[in-house]
């Protein structure tokens, strides 16, 4: 290991040390730069209620850059998700479409994993610091693509796209039974997720982003009552 | 910044910097006995020819770590991936299914991570270094889901489980627009990946993780031959 060099930085001291381990490579000066943090230069479009688009909007007021962000609510019900501006640097046409200076990210998960990289002081990090505390966070990460599938477009899009009159009780018997399988496994290995969700809902993070059409009052129907 | 101590580790210097930035919060000490590289107390259980077994395997392999390791081979035929070691921490009774010692990861894409941020070094590492090149890897892994959706499962899954009499000619078709849709957004972003293919299936790590089943020779159908 090899300090190569010291050098002042405005109020910050900027470290370069040399070696051959992983994590030294990593360039200090971006952490610096950090300290002074814009959002300025960012631009999120997004729509009200899709679990993708608060992701990271969450992380955003996290790293308390949410707050004057510039940004567009787009409409899902006449599809300004594929509007040109969107189209342009995501060609799936999908919220959330973000933007930092010249840098386009897209797919909620890797802005979030951008945000908490580029954005973080030991203040409000979000990731833990070990790799072996970090994997367990990965892992549900991943995982919870499950409860997207067998909960949220099986149960809750089913309601949604189908009229009353066309639904299935035997369909829905089954879409239930596949979602509450899905629930046990994460019940099982947490058995006070309630008291988790009543703790992150009251995160001054999670109020400044509940998504606005949700607080004009409850909508018509409960796609997840037989949960 | 403040160096707050400088002392032997073995043949190894541990710097422990304390300031408020995220990265320094990072256990040195971790890197430096990642120095040392140990596979004896990890434990694998893969199939052959899964995709989401491959990728831990080739990581494993890229960091030296595959040769030796501990594994076992299950067979989907005999689906022994629902046997009782992999169910007790694992309880989807899927493989991979991987652990380290007393950790257990679970999830292909959370073990790669694990492994890059735990036994990377200068020489091995996977990932670039800053947060805005991170960002765009981390973009393409959450992205290549809608691959494994719209083309293996959509496509591969359709020939692997309808038998030929019973195969719809209207649903391939559909398929088959689902699946070329897909693939399109890839090689707009990226036209060389024919190329990309060659070279990374030329990496001894790949070779040397070669699905078994498929050096036996080829498979009865090719399930993607018409795109």
């Not at 010291?6 to 950090?34: E, M």
């Not at 797919?107 to 409000?124: P, Q, R, V």
Request: with cysteine; proline share 5%; aromatic share 12%.
């Amino acid at each position: 290991m090899r300090v190569s060099y010291i050098r002042s930085l405005g109020t910050f001291t900027l470290l370069k040390v040399q070696h051959n381990s992983y994590r030294s490579t990593i360039n200090l000066k971006a952490q610096i730069r950090t300290q002074a943090m814009s959002n300025q230069q960012m631009f999120l479009w997004w729509g009200s209620g899709s679990c993708p688009c608060w992701k990271p909007m969450i992380v955003l007021a996290e790293k308390g850059l949410w707050k004057g962000l510039p940004n567009k609510l787009i409409s899902f019900d006449e599809e300004e998700y594929r509007c040109s501006d969107i189209l342009a640097i995501n060609p799936r046409g999908q919220v959330p479409t973000f933007k930092d200076g010249e840098l386009v990210v897209n797919e909620s998960n890797a802005i979030c994993m951008y945000l908490e990289e580029k954005y973080s002081t030991a203040e409000n990090r979000l990731l833990p610091e070990t790799p072996e505390q970090r994997s367990t966070v990965y892992w549900k990460i991943f995982e919870a693509s499950n409860v997207e599938i067998k909960v949220l477009d099986a149960l809750a899009y089913y309601f949604y796209y189908t009229k009353k009159e066309d639904r299935n009780d035997e369909v829905i018997k089954e879409k239930v039974a596949t979602a509450k399988t899905e629930l046990s496994h994460w019940e099982k290995d947490y058995p006070a997720l309630r008291k988790y969700y009543d703790t992150i809902t009251a995160r001054p993070s999670v109020q400044a982003t509940w998504p606005p059409h949700w607080r004009e009052g409850p909508t018509a129907e409960n796609h997840l009552a037989a949960l």
